[in-house]
Every structure is written in structure tokens, then in C-alpha cells.
């Protein structure tokens, strides 16, 4: 077995994605939708001007642009309509075991991270689910000789 490769918890820091793609509160939902597309992504921070004011997701936009599908109206849709204004937001330097127990808490995919109150990256699921797996395989290598 090899030896833990983490001698210490790492801060959100070490695992964010620096420089996030973002959005603006009245950028249209299907360039958003576009965004996310382009760049197989489903969180996008939303700021105004230079202010971070929360997140929109994949889930977000679907649920937002069924529902006016449903109602008949045919309204232009901003991500205003589907901002999560409550986002999870965490200084840069915030203790990473920290960080996902609260995501688990709160049931959510991703964290804001910010330095001085400016974006500075994102943390989602999929990168603790790829940290976890590269973390396994420095641990312990790699699984591919288990038998069935």
C-alpha cells in the first residue's frame, strides 16, 4: 500500500477551477445555456458589473424555461429569472473538509470561492468526485486489479 500523499486537509484553493466562466444578471438564459454547453459545464458564477451576486445551473435554466413553457408565455429570459441569489460562497483560504461538508449539508453542487470579496474560482461535485478518485489511486493505487 502507498503511503497518504496528504500530510495535511488542503484549502479549497489547492481543488478549485481558477478563473471560472461566468455570466452577467442580464445576459439572455440561452447564452448561458450556450456557455455551459461550449464548456461542459452546469454552474455558472453571475455577477453585476463587477459584483458577484450568485449562480445559475443546468437544473436552474431547465426547471425556469419549463415553467414558462407550461404557463404559455413567451417572455426573454435573463439569468435573473433563474439566479440562485443564495449561493455558497467561500474565502480562497476555507479548509476543503469544511467546504464539502457543508455542500452535503446544504444538498448543493457547487462553491463560489472568493478572494477580497472577488470571484477567484468555483468548486463543484465533479471536481471533489475527481480529486477523490486521483486522491485513491496516490493512496492506494489503482483499482484495476480488483477481481469480480
Known amino acids: 500500500m502507498t503511503k497518504n500523499p496528504l500530510t495535511r486537509i488542503p484549502s479549497i484553493k489547492a481543488v478549485m477551477t481558477p478563473f471560472p466562466w461566468k455570466v452577467r444578471l442580464d445576459d439572455s438564459l440561452s447564452h448561458a445555456t450556450a456557455v455551459m454547453r461550449e464548456r461542459n459545464i ?15 445551473t443546468e437544473r436552474d435554466i431547465g426547471l425556469v424555461e419549463n415553467a414558462v413553457r407550461s404557463s404559455g408565455e413567451g417572455a426573454s429570459l435573463r439569468v435573473r429569472d ?67
Open 42 to 56: 452546469r454552474h455558472l458564477p453571475v455577477t453585476d458589473g463587477d459584483r458577484l451576486v450568485g449562480i445559475v
Open 82 to 148: 433563474a439566479c440562485e441569489p443564495d449561493a455558497y460562497v467561500v474565502d480562497l483560504s476555507a479548509p476543503l473538509d469544511r467546504v464539502l461538508a457543508e455542500m452535503a449539508e446544504r444538498h448543493i453542487g457547487s462553491a463560489l470561492v472568493v478572494k477580497g470579496g472577488k470571484l477567484a474560482g468555483i468548486f463543484t461535485s465533479s471536481d471533489a468526485c475527481h480529486h477523490f478518485g486521483r486522491f485513491l489511486v496516490q493512496a492506494f493505487g489503482s483499482g484495476d486489479d480488483d477481481a469480480a
